[in-house]
């Protein structure tokens, strides 16, 4: 199993002047420094607590079809269900055999699963058989809870001056980390 980013987020759940007014920083000096920080804050998050920030699409590989739902943390959509059939070639499997379960707007956990009366399809035993394509995360900045973002300013600071606040951060974003299953 795998999961691969398709397409970052357009846009970052904290802004610079939000991260710079935190840090008190006046002028320009520090700007690409403080955005790299602001983007590494989110991957930081994204990897504490299992889940996409901000809308975006990725990619779950899998080698076959689970044998009931697919969970997949902050789900909001499906883009595509695709396999490989029986003769090794790529089917993208209708919507019709599928429900989509969003995740809602705490971001927890969505779920793909068949529809009454349907089974996944037969596939090639091969690896990366699967390839379910899906957009996750908040739909923008604003929708972000604010002790995520207050979680992001501590991690950005930390950063910043190498002053441990990962205690600070970590507690923050705890209630939102989704545990893999």
Do not use: H
Request: contains cysteine; glycine residues 6%; hydrophobic residues 40%.
């Amino acid at each position: 199993m795998a999961v691969n980013l398709i397409t970052a987020p357009t846009e970052e759940a904290l802004s610079i002047d939000d991260a710079k007014s935190f840090l008190g920083i006046e002028g320009t000096d520090d700007d690409a420094r403080i955005e790299r920080l602001i983007v590494s804050a989110r991957q930081a998050f994204e990897v504490f607590c299992n889940r996409a920030l901000i809308s975006s699409t990725w990619e779950l590989v899998l080698d076959w079809f689970p044998c009931c739902d697919i969970r997949i943390p902050a789900l909001v959509s499906v883009t595509s269900l695709k396999y490989l059939d029986t003769a090794a070639a790529e089917q993208t499997l209708a919507a019709t055999y599928y429900r989509v379960t969003a995740a809602g707007t705490d971001g927890g956990i969505g779920r793909v699963q068949l529809r009454y009366g349907q089974s996944w399809p037969s596939i090639y035993s091969e690896q990366d058989a699967v390839t379910l394509r899906y957009v996750a995360g908040w739909s923008d900045a604003d929708a972000v809870p604010e002790r995520v973002k207050d979680g992001m300013r501590a991690y950005v600071a930390e950063q910043y001056d190498g002053t441990d606040r990962s205690a600070v951060y970590e507690n923050l974003w705890w209630t939102y980390r989704i545990v893999p299953i």
